[in-house]
């Protein structure tokens, strides 16, 4: 996780940046696997569809989406009973999350629930991207992209660049001048 300072710095970067500039942003985090929505009587939320109705909604050059983890099981552990079902459904979320036009998923210890290995095959389907500079294989070798530049446009057509680090469970954003 990123530090009170560094999250301070960063706030203060951003507020005191001569130029301004707008871009959306959707974060999400601790989907567990969840693609249908709640169904809580009172407040539901979540959901695959809900979140497309949203998305249909904004101007696409603008929006920037970020999960930050635990998106792909509900609990570190799942019985061998359920993990064809698991992997199955971990796969039709990730493919929602394609549909949508997700742009980064950085993953929390859940994610790992059925394995290294499975955790690869499902990412390997997708065309979201997966980051995490503080993971690496038995080899020492980085096991995901670390970081990226993501490129959007503000209000005004202006192109915004947009620093995107994963660390385990987090994501840190910085907007580069």
């Not at 993971?135 to 620093?163: C, H, Q, W, Y």
């Amino acid at each position: 996780m990123i530090g009170p300072l560094a999250r301070a710095a960063l706030v203060l970067s951003l507020l005191l940046s001569p130029t301004s500039f707008s871009a959306t942003l959707i974060h999400s985090n601790d989907v567990m696997g969840d693609i249908e929505p709640c169904g809580c009587r009172t407040n539901p939320q979540g959901g695959m569809t809900r979140k497309g109705n949203l998305l249909s909604k904004l101007p696409d050059t603008s929006l920037l989406q970020v999960d930050a983890g635990d998106l792909l099981f509900s609990s570190n552990t799942l019985p061998e009973l359920l993990s064809k079902q698991s992997e199955l459904q971990a796969s039709f979320l990730l493919r929602s999350m394609d549909l949508l036009k997700h742009d980064v998923v950085v993953p929390g210890e859940k994610d790992f629930a059925l394995g290294v290995t499975v955790f690869d095959r499902l990412r390997k389907k997708s065309i979201t991207r997966f980051f995490a500079a503080n993971l690496t294989r038995r080899n020492g070798k980085p096991f995901l992209e670390k970081s990226a530049i993501f490129v959007r446009k503000d209000v005004s057509g202006k192109p915004i660049k947009i620093g995107v680090i994963g660390l385990r469970g987090a994501v840190v954003l910085g907007v580069l001048m």
